[in-house]
């Protein structure tokens, strides 16, 4: 240790040699280069990488590397807060682990080839309040890193923040340079770090999805065509879309058949399909008279002020699109124009997955922007694979390149060679295997020491449901019912609604269903709805706010729900986003409204829901004695209750650190909510994602939550936690997490834990 001592003051005292390393470098990834050449030497270190913060995509990049795979330089990229080298950047202080892969922190990326390296030291660089990037340095001994490297490294990250601050400015301008005058090429994309929306694998060629019609414009058709051939083409149409319809109908009943019908409309429009063979008559080609009519329409429709008629300009491409395929005798895919392919789009509409869906689509990947979050549960729920890549140089990949997407690391491999492609068949083939071999689901779950807990199921989807019911979900703690409204063109009517909420019922005979009412507003707004551009969404026209200006919408919903459970024995009604009990009060005299009309006309339905609230907002917190004893059951959205209570936007990347479940005001809040439901004499569920914490679920089992809705994957998970702790262990835990003031208190009680006999993780079976 005495040599490498040495090393390291002959650095502190000889930094005069950085003068050099930028007098003689040649650009700024030649001093990036020699900078981790240096730093190894005197640490004596087999690896030293630079990571920058870039924040434009506000991911970590590396930059520099001795010792790592060098074609892993500005492939590896992680969000602030993922990973060893991203909890460096979002605490701000060195990590430095003895066998850095025992961390449950640590990322693999293996593009970068650092299995190898056991030993693991990362500082960040920053200069005043400004963050620049992460200083890292690995070995392959084990515990090679002492308190004395960590302060020489941090010295080091000091004495280069400056010099990285300008290379990071630079390298900024050249790539904001280069992207205006040379937009990425694919052999320059071959590998995008991206964030992972909805878990799963999928490898297909490509094909770049916009709202710009371009695809249109592309389309081939037949130029020897006759009038016939489009009358003919027209009627093939009509026939595939039914197929299409048919078979979404099925696996979506949420969508009804509805999700066609601006094709159906335009089909049965003589003026459309008369104006195109008037062309036709008078000379112009079929395919150019089918394309300059839909362009025609496109236009009026595109320049219409409504968002649900600008809408139709979308369906109208896809349509003319279908019937000029048809045309060239192309031959037409079981699913469509999108089957086995891995969709790259700017931005999604819900009613676009899910025409994705139907054709069966591989894989997702929006290139540009953030992800609502509706977007992404409709993915999951669809088993959808989703990565959200604000690489916008995606969208100009050629059509049909393979692209290979891990969705479980939000990695996107464009055409991707053998060797890729076959570790991760291998990899998803050995999961798919211990799937089938996990243990079952039991019917009922208890703690370690027999205190009964209720585990029941999140919906968003029908499909969902044959999942929660093999796994033995208590019921369904939350049936989202804004989906059947996200996912069409229109408003669904009450009959519509009806036959959904059916189908959900008689799936859980005998069993408790809750129905969340309209959730809508905030980032799940459907395309027709009118709202105009609120400037704080979250905090405006949703949720419960929605349904009360717009009572008749409301009431039939109400209706649809009251008709469905007629047979049901344990009806549940929840209202959103309630802040005070006048509006609790409102929404429960609709219910009763409802209840007298369906009774006067003689429709069958089920006369005595239980009547609840989401908790959500603070002012609930505030009256929340009173919201008890008026209410049947509470239900805590725990997602936006942190959200509101901290006002952190939980999606916004740049306060995602603020976005902090284990916040001492949100487990006091959690506390007061409890204690209310049962001096009540009341249920308290949770319904939020703080019921998928390995940490969190004991406190919240400790302030006596008794009832937990998670999505039906989690199912089994969630139960093998709650059997592993015990109620005396739960109740003491959550004591010594309530007396904490601060976060670093807070903190150091969940690394400590619960004395749990047989601690598991999320990811573990029962």
């Given at each position: 240790?005495?040599d490498?001592d040495?090393?390291?003051l002959?650095?502190?005292?000889?930094i005069?040699?950085?003068?050099?390393?930028?007098?003689?470098?040649?650009?700024?990834?030649n001093?990036?280069?020699?900078?981790?050449?240096?730093?190894?030497?005197h640490l004596?270190a087999?690896?030293?990488?630079i990571?920058?913060?870039?924040?434009?995509?506000?991911?970590?990049v590396?930059?520099?590397?001795?010792?790592?795979?060098?074609?892993?330089?500005?492939?590896?990229r992680?969000a602030c807060?993922?990973?060893?080298?991203?909890?460096?950047?979002?605490?701000?202080?060195?990590i430095?682990?003895g066998?850095a892969q025992c961390?449950?922190?640590?990322?693999?990326?293996?593009?970068a080839c650092?299995?190898?390296?056991?030993s693991?030291?990362?500082?960040?660089?920053?200069?005043?309040?400004?963050?620049?990037?992460?200083l890292?340095?690995?070995?392959?001994q084990?515990?090679?890193f002492?308190?004395t490297?960590?302060?020489?490294?941090r010295?080091?990250?000091?004495?280069?923040?400056?010099?990285?601050?300008n290379?990071?400015?630079?390298?900024n301008?050249?790539?904001?340079?280069?992207?205006?005058?040379?937009?990425?090429?694919?052999?320059?994309?071959?590998?995008v770090?991206?964030?992972?929306?909805?878990?799963?694998?999928?490898h297909?060629?490509?094909?770049?999805?916009?709202?710009?019609h371009a695809?249109?414009?592309?389309?081939?058709?037949?130029?020897?065509?006759?009038?016939?051939?489009?009358?003919?083409?027209v009627?093939?149409?009509?026939?595939?879309?039914?197929?299409?319809?048919e078979?979404i109908?099925?696996?979506l009943?949420?969508s009804?058949?509805?999700?066609?019908?601006?094709?159906?409309?335009?089909?049965?429009d003589a003026?459309?399909?008369?104006?195109?063979a008037?062309?036709?008559q008078?000379?112009?080609?079929?395919?150019?008279?089918?394309?300059e009519?839909?362009?025609h329409?496109?236009?009026?429709?595109a320049?219409?002020?409504h968002?649900?008629?600008?809408?139709?300009?979308k369906?109208?491409?896809?349509?003319?699109?279908r019937?000029?395929k048809?045309?060239?005798?192309?031959?037409?895919?079981e699913?469509?124009?999108?089957?086995r392919?891995?969709?790259?789009?700017?931005a999604?509409?819900?009613?676009?997955?899910?025409?994705?869906?139907?054709e069966g689509?591989?894989?997702?990947?929006?290139?540009?922007?953030?992800?609502?979050?509706?977007?992404?549960?409709l993915?999951r729920?669809?088993?959808?694979?989703?990565?959200?890549?604000?690489q916008?140089?995606l969208l100009s990949?050629p059509?049909?390149?393979?692209?290979?997407m891990?969705?479980?690391?939000?990695?996107?491999?464009?055409?991707p060679?053998?060797?890729?492609?076959h570790?991760?068949?291998?990899?998803?083939?050995?999961?798919?295997?211990?799937?089938?071999?996990?243990?079952?689901?039991?019917?009922?779950?208890?703690?370690?020491?027999?205190?009964?807990?209720?585990?029941?199921a999140?919906?968003?989807l029908?499909?969902?449901?044959?999942?929660?019911?093999?796994l033995?979900?208590?019921?369904?703690?939350?049936?989202?019912?804004?989906?059947?409204?996200?996912?069409?063109?229109?408003y669904?009517?009450?009959?519509?609604?009806y036959?959904?909420?059916?189908?959900l019922?008689d799936?859980?005979?005998g069993?408790?269903v809750?129905?969340?009412t309209?959730d809508?507003?905030g980032?799940?707004?459907p395309?027709?709805l009118?709202?105009?551009?609120?400037?704080n969404?979250q905090?405006?026209l949703?949720?419960?706010?929605?349904?009360?200006?717009?009572?008749?919408?409301?009431?039939?919903?109400?209706?649809?729900?009251?008709?469905?459970?007629?047979d049901?024995?344990d009806?549940?009604?929840?209202?959103p986003?309630i802040?005070?009990?006048?509006?609790?009060r409102?929404?429960r005299?609709?219910?009763?409204?409802?209840l007298?009309?369906?009774?006067?006309?003689?429709l069958p339905h089920?006369?005595?829901?239980?009547l609840?609230?989401?908790?959500e907002?603070?002012?609930?917190?505030?009256?929340?004695d009173?919201?008890a004893?008026?209410?049947?059951?509470?239900?805590?959205?725990?997602?936006?209750?942190?959200?509101?209570?901290?006002?952190?936007?939980?999606?916004?990347?740049?306060v995602?650190?603020?976005?902090?479940?284990?916040?001492?005001?949100?487990?006091?809040?959690l506390?007061?909510?409890a204690?209310?439901?049962?001096?009540?004499?009341?249920e308290?569920?949770i319904?939020?994602?703080?019921a998928?914490d390995?940490?969190?679920?004991?406190?919240?089992?400790?302030i006596?939550?008794r009832?937990?809705?998670v999505?039906?994957?989690?199912?089994?998970?969630?139960q093998g936690?709650?059997?592993?702790?015990s109620?005396?262990?739960?109740e003491a835990?959550?004591?010594?997490?309530?007396?904490?003031?601060?976060?670093?208190g807070?903190?150091?009680?969940?690394?400590?834990?619960?004395?749990?006999?047989n601690?598991?993780?999320?990811?573990?079976?029962?």
């Amino acid at each position: 240790m005495q040599d490498k001592d040495r090393d390291h003051l002959d650095l502190l005292y000889n930094i005069g040699e950085l003068t050099a390393l930028i007098r003689e470098s040649t650009d700024v990834g030649n001093l990036l280069a020699r900078t981790v050449d240096m730093v190894s030497q005197h640490l004596q270190a087999e690896v030293c990488s630079i990571y920058l913060y870039d924040e434009t995509s506000l991911e970590l990049v590396l930059k520099a590397t001795k010792g790592l795979n060098p074609e892993a330089v500005d492939k590896v990229r992680m969000a602030c807060g993922i990973g060893l080298v991203g909890a460096t950047l979002e605490e701000m202080q060195p990590i430095c682990e003895g066998d850095a892969q025992c961390n449950p922190r640590f990322k693999y990326f293996p593009e970068a080839c650092e299995e190898a390296f056991r030993s693991f030291l990362s500082v960040p660089i920053q200069r005043g309040v400004v963050r620049i990037g992460v200083l890292v340095v690995q070995h392959s001994q084990p515990n090679y890193f002492d308190e004395t490297d960590v302060r020489t490294l941090r010295a080091i990250a000091a004495q280069l923040a400056g010099v990285l601050e300008n290379a990071r400015l630079l390298m900024n301008l050249r790539r904001l340079e280069g992207e205006q005058d040379h937009p990425m090429t694919a052999a320059e994309l071959r590998f995008v770090k991206g964030l992972a929306a909805s878990p799963g694998f999928a490898h297909g060629p490509a094909v770049v999805f916009d709202r710009s019609h371009a695809r249109l414009l592309e389309t081939a058709g037949e130029a020897q065509a006759t009038e016939d051939d489009f009358h003919r083409a027209v009627q093939q149409t009509a026939e595939q879309l039914e197929q299409l319809q048919e078979r979404i109908a099925e696996r979506l009943p949420e969508s009804a058949s509805l999700i066609f019908s601006a094709h159906f409309m335009m089909l049965k429009d003589a003026q459309f399909t008369d104006r195109i063979a008037a062309m036709i008559q008078a000379g112009t080609a079929v395919p150019e008279a089918v394309k300059e009519v839909a362009r025609h329409y496109i236009e009026l429709f595109a320049a219409s002020p409504h968002q649900y008629l600008q809408e139709k300009a979308k369906d109208l491409e896809d349509l003319a699109g279908r019937i000029l395929k048809n045309l060239a005798g192309q031959p037409w895919e079981e699913h469509g124009f999108y089957d086995r392919q891995v969709v790259i789009a700017p931005a999604l509409y819900p009613s676009e997955i899910l025409k994705f869906a139907a054709e069966g689509v591989a894989g997702i990947v929006l290139a540009s922007g953030g992800v609502t979050s509706h977007v992404a549960i409709l993915a999951r729920s669809l088993g959808m694979p989703l990565i959200i890549a604000n690489q916008p140089g995606l969208l100009s990949i050629p059509q049909g390149l393979p692209v290979l997407m891990d969705a479980e690391l939000g990695n996107i491999y464009v055409d991707p060679d053998s060797d890729i492609v076959h570790t991760f068949e291998m990899r998803n083939h050995a999961r798919r295997t211990a799937e089938t071999h996990a243990e079952a689901m039991l019917p009922e779950t208890y703690t370690r020491d027999g205190e009964r807990v209720y585990v029941r199921a999140n919906i968003n989807l029908l499909s969902e449901v044959p999942i929660a019911s093999e796994l033995k979900a208590e019921g369904i703690g939350l049936y989202r019912t804004e989906f059947p409204f996200l996912v069409r063109s229109t408003y669904p009517s009450e009959e519509e609604e009806y036959r959904v909420y059916k189908r959900l019922c008689d799936a859980m005979a005998g069993r408790l269903v809750t129905f969340r009412t309209l959730d809508i507003g905030g980032d799940k707004v459907p395309a027709y709805l009118e709202i105009a551009g609120e400037p704080n969404p979250q905090l405006g026209l949703r949720s419960i706010r929605f349904s009360l200006r717009h009572p008749e919408l409301f009431r039939q919903q109400v209706r649809a729900i009251l008709r469905a459970g007629v047979d049901t024995l344990d009806l549940r009604i929840m209202f959103p986003m309630i802040s005070s009990l006048d509006e609790f009060r409102q929404a429960r005299k609709i219910v009763a409204e409802s209840l007298d009309e369906l009774k006067s006309e003689r429709l069958p339905h089920h006369s005595t829901p239980s009547l609840g609230v989401m908790i959500e907002v603070p002012s609930a917190v505030e009256i929340i004695d009173e919201l008890a004893q008026e209410a049947d059951f509470l239900a805590i959205g725990t997602n936006d209750f942190v959200q509101y209570l901290l006002g952190v936007d939980r999606m916004n990347e740049r306060v995602a650190d603020a976005y902090r479940p284990e916040h001492p005001s949100v487990l006091r809040a959690l506390k007061r909510i409890a204690d209310a439901a049962r001096r009540a004499g009341k249920e308290a569920s949770i319904c939020g994602e703080m019921a998928l914490d390995r940490d969190l679920l004991p406190f919240l089992l400790g302030i006596g939550i008794r009832s937990f809705s998670v999505d039906p994957h989690q199912l089994p998970a969630v139960q093998g936690l709650v059997r592993a702790v015990s109620l005396a262990e739960a109740e003491a835990y959550a004591a010594r997490l309530l007396i904490e003031p601060t976060l670093e208190g807070v903190q150091r009680v969940l690394q400590s834990g619960p004395n749990r006999s047989n601690p598991k993780s999320l990811d573990d079976p029962p």
